[in-house]
C-alpha cells in the first residue's frame, strides 16, 4: 500500500487488531501493527468497532488525535529505524533508547516527523529530510 485510502488505513489497523485478538496470523506490517496497537490501550475499544472506525471524525476542534494518523506515524518510524532511512535515524533512535523506553522514543521521533510534515504541507514543498533528522538528533542530545 504506498497510497492508501483513509478507508484503507483505517480497516488495515482493525484488521490487525482483529487477528492480533484471535491469535490469527500476521502478515508483513500487520506484525508491527499490532504490537503498536497494544501499546495504545486507549484505541483498542475503536479499533474492535470497525464500523465506528471508519465513520469516525477526529479534527483538532475535538481535541483528540486521530488514532489512525498516530499508529501510522509509529508505523512510519519504525519502518525509518529498521532500514536506517534518512541514513543516521538508528544511531539517533539508539541514542533516544539510551535514556528513554521503546514507546517514549519512538513518540520523540514522532513528533518530529508531525513537524517535518507540518513545515511541508505548510509551505507547498517537499518533506526536509535534514531538518527531520537534526530535529530528531537534537531531540536525542546530539
Known amino acids: 500500500m504506498f497510497n492508501p485510502s483513509r478507508e484503507q488505513v483505517r ?14 496470523i500476521l502478515e508483513g506490517a500487520e506484525v508491527v501493527a499490532a ?22 471524525e477526529f ?8 488514532p489512525f494518523l498516530h499508529l501510522s506515524l ?10 536506517d532511512q534518512p541514513f543516521g535515524i538508528l544511531s539517533a533512535y539508539q541514542a533516544l533508547r539510551a ?3 521503546v514507546h517514549a522514543a519512538e513518540h520523540a521521533i514522532i ?24 530535529c530528531v538528533r537534537r531531540a536525542a542530545g546530539r
Request: proline share 4%.
Open 59 to 66: 479534527t483538532p476542534e475535538s481535541g483528540q488525535m486521530n
Open 74 to 83: 509509529h508505523l512510519a518510524v519504525a519502518e525509518q529505524i529498521s532500514i
Open 111 to 134: 513528533e518530529c516527523l508531525g513537524e517535518t510534515i507540518w513545515r511541508a504541507q505548510r509551505d507547498g514543498g517537499a518533506i526536509d529530510g535534514a531538518a527531520y533528522l537534526d
Open 99 to 101: 535514556r528513554l523506553d
Open 11 to 24: 480497516q488495515f489497523f482493525c484488521e490487525a487488531w482483529r487477528k492480533h485478538r484471535e491469535r490469527s
Open 35 to 56: 504490537d503498536l496497537i497494544v501499546e495504545h490501550p486507549e484505541y483498542h475499544a475503536l479499533l474492535e468497532n470497525p464500523a465506528l472506525a471508519l465513520e469516525q
